[in-house]
């Protein structure tokens, strides 16, 4: 079974300041997807960034990037410019491409930005 | 305006009792999933379905039921066999069945047993 693992339970940054999340995961699989969501205050999860596995290239969403090492199974996500609104949990999650291909979430990292 | 509403936002229940979540989208989706979130924890799957109909369990499906009767309502059912049902119940909807199709999250409903 795919486990995700984010080492790192809390972070913080100062605001207009890079912030690194962490995640690594396990899986046999050779095909998947990677995802980070969001999960504010108001605990609605928020879709933040996509990547596919067979996709060598980062994912990119505005100040949202990932470094995806497929060979590491290492999947972190950088905040650029951190901003008071991007405080929240994050979780990462896998996905796999057959069977239930349910979402499988790590723990999760709370975020803080301070002003 | 389309989205994923649940109600109640907030739920309580007596031991013993048996409790419906509502889950009900207008995205025209053919998948819907029931999560649960522990403090401490990601989120773990409770059911799925892809299809109206049809639905299947997930890693923890013990002591809950689900419906899929039409398109757009997934409601999930907490028996009183389920052991610790305190937690925050999420659903999500995806257009379809594949991985490549992301899955939205309602806002949440948390239950209570008093």
């Known amino acids: 079974a795919q486990t995700v693992t984010q080492s790192q339970p809390e972070m913080s940054v100062q605001e207009a300041e890079t912030v690194t999340l962490s995640c690594t995961y396990d899986?046999?699989?050779?095909?998947?997807?990677l995802f980070w969501y969001k999960q504010p205050p108001s605990r609605q999860m928020i879709l933040v960034i996509r990547?596919?596995?067979?996709?060598?290239q980062n994912a990119t969403e505005n100040r949202f990037s990932v470094n995806f090492q497929k060979a590491a199974k290492s999947f972190s996500l950088k905040i650029s410019d951190s901003q008071l609104g991007d405080a929240a949990m994050y979780f990462c999650?896998?996905?796999?491409?057959?069977?239930?291909?349910?979402?499988?979430f790590g723990q999760g990292t709370r975020l803080t930005i301070n002003p | 305006d389309g989205g994923i509403t649940q109600s109640p936002k907030y739920l309580f229940r007596k031991e013993g009792q048996n409790v419906t979540l509502s889950c009900e989208q207008n995205?025209?989706?053919?998948?819907m999933y029931w999560y649960r979130q522990d403090p401490g924890q990601g989120l773990r799957l409770i059911y799925y379905?892809?299809?109206?109909?049809?639905?299947q369990k997930g890693d923890i499906a013990e002591g809950y039921s689900v419906s899929r009767e039409k398109k757009e309502s997934f409601p999930l059912t907490v028996t009183s066999a389920q052991k610790n049902p305190t937690a925050f119940y999420l659903c999500?909807?995806?257009?379809?069945?594949?991985?490549?199709?992301?899955?939205?999250f309602g806002p949440g409903t948390r239950l209570t047993v008093l």
């Open positions: 999500a909807s995806s257009i379809g069945w594949g991985p490549v199709d992301t899955q939205y």
């Open positions: 899986t046999s699989e050779s095909d998947y997807y």
């Open positions: 990547q596919e596995a067979y996709k060598q």
């Open positions: 999650a896998y996905r796999s491409t057959q069977g239930a291909q349910k979402l499988v």
């Open positions: 995205l025209n989706h053919d998948a």
């Open positions: 379905s892809q299809i109206v109909n049809d639905f």
